[in-house]
């Protein structure tokens, strides 16, 4: 038997199957299907590449002799044709955002885009564009290196663009800048964008409200400073975050300019012209206390909200975002975007895949749609 073909193609089996199944338990089997899930789920295409070399190395080598080794053949296809499935469901994930755009905003929102595959079958865990320059470390606060932010803007430094500020995931214990969401903010500064991807202070020596805190600095700051990146005076400030910056990220655009939030600037303008949640959890903090749900923080001016959530999330259900959109659509005045993508985990924004990639599509329809309500003449 060939046993180093073997242990590929039960990898495979494995893989297959922590895509297509949420896996919650027991831990050890949770910690180990999650890993690869994260990886592989978003770009099952690199272990279909690995499985079929592997295929064609162990005949070429003259392994496939046994009617064991046959039967491995025959699970390899298996799981072959599992993996394209998993492709295929991450390549609908860019109708359902353009359906989800148009259903909140108005036919013809969501727009067509071809999907860049040399990026995402060739280099989907290579991030950075020779078109954009990051600008790293840059301080907005007094807490060392957890009060440090990344910019990112086109490097011929067009001006006149808007501005999106990233907060990232990890529970609020764990986690950094330039982690998550690279292939958004990469594709909005080739495109004019300042980008901004910040740290923030963590638990456990830095319960809330420290985090949000530093989020209306990271605010504050953009408004001071993006100009100097090529951002226009007044740019439209969107927010945005992952996870554990997804709930930060709407805590932040629920309470705009609020004093309790801004100690020792409290006259700064913290307000923002959008929200975009990724896989956000978004109820009470950890220590329950309900004014830190953004559910119980819903207002009738809040801004437009993107929220985009996977229908097999392991750690956050679906009933979790479900619950904010509910409660922005009764209160706010503003549209809410909801977008359950199809086959899609927790953290589904790490690489470019078809699904992410089709969701920054819909980031750019929905930005646009934003920014025209915004610098819309007001009618006398």
């Given amino acids: 038997m060939a046993v180093g073909y073997l242990v590929t193609v039960v990898l495979a089996v494995l893989i297959v199957v922590f895509c297509l199944a949420r896996i919650r338990g027991p831990k050890p089997l949770f910690y180990f299907s999650y890993r690869l899930g994260l990886v592989f789920n978003e770009i099952p295409h690199v272990a279909l590449y690995a499985l079929v070399a592997s295929t064609a190395l162990a005949f070429s080598e ?13 699970v390899a296809g298996a799981a072959a044709a599992g993996l394209v499935v998993v492709t295929l469901r991450g390549m609908r994930a860019a109708s359902v955002v353009r359906v989800a755009l148009d259903d ?8 067509h885009r071809r999907p860049p595959l040399a990026r995402i079958l060739l280099r989907p865990v290579f991030r950075r564009r020779r078109d954009v320059m990051r600008v790293s470390n840059l301080s907005y606060g007094d807490a060392g290196r ?56 963590l638990r456990p020596d830095f319960p809330h409200p420290a985090h949000l805190i530093d989020a209306k600095k990271v605010i504050s700051w953009a408004r001071e400073h993006a100009a100097e990146y090529g951002a226009a005076p007044a740019a439209a400030v969107f927010v945005a975050g992952s996870s554990a910056g997804g709930h930060m990220a709407a805590q932040a655009a629920l309470t ?23 896989n956000g959890f978004l109820a009470e903090y950890f220590d329950g206390d309900p004014a830190t749900s953004p559910v119980n923080l819903v207002r009738t001016d809040a801004p437009p909200f993107l929220i985009a959530h996977g229908d097999l999330d392991e750690l956050v259900d679906t009933e ?3 619950a904010l959109v509910t409660a922005l659509g009764s209160v706010s005045t503003s549209p809410v975007v909801y977008v359950e993508l199809p086959g899609a985990h927790h953290a589904f924004d790490l690489f470019h895949s078809f699904r992410f990639e089709g969701l920054v599509g819909g980031v750019e329809d929905f930005a646009a749609w934003v920014t025209a309500r915004k610098n819309r003449p007001k009618s006398s």
């Fill in 62 to 74: 003259g392994d496939i002799t046994t009617t064991s080794d046959w039967v491995n053949v025959g």
């Fill in 104 to 111: 909140a905003l108005g036919a013809g929102t969501g727009t």
């Fill in 146 to 201: 957890r009060n440090l932010l990344d910019v990112y803007h086109g490097r011929s430094r067009p001006e006149g663009g808007s501005v999106m500020i990233h907060f990232h995931g990890g529970h609020y214990d764990q986690g950094r800048k330039s982690t998550q969401s690279l292939p958004l903010l990469y594709r909005l500064a080739s495109q004019g964008w300042v980008c901004i991807s910040a740290n923030y202070r």
């Fill in 256 to 278: 705009p300019n609020e004093p309790a939030y801004q100690p020792g600037f409290e006259e700064a303008d913290t307000s923002v012209t959008a929200a975009v949640v990724l």
């Fill in 320 to 322: 979790n975002p479900r």
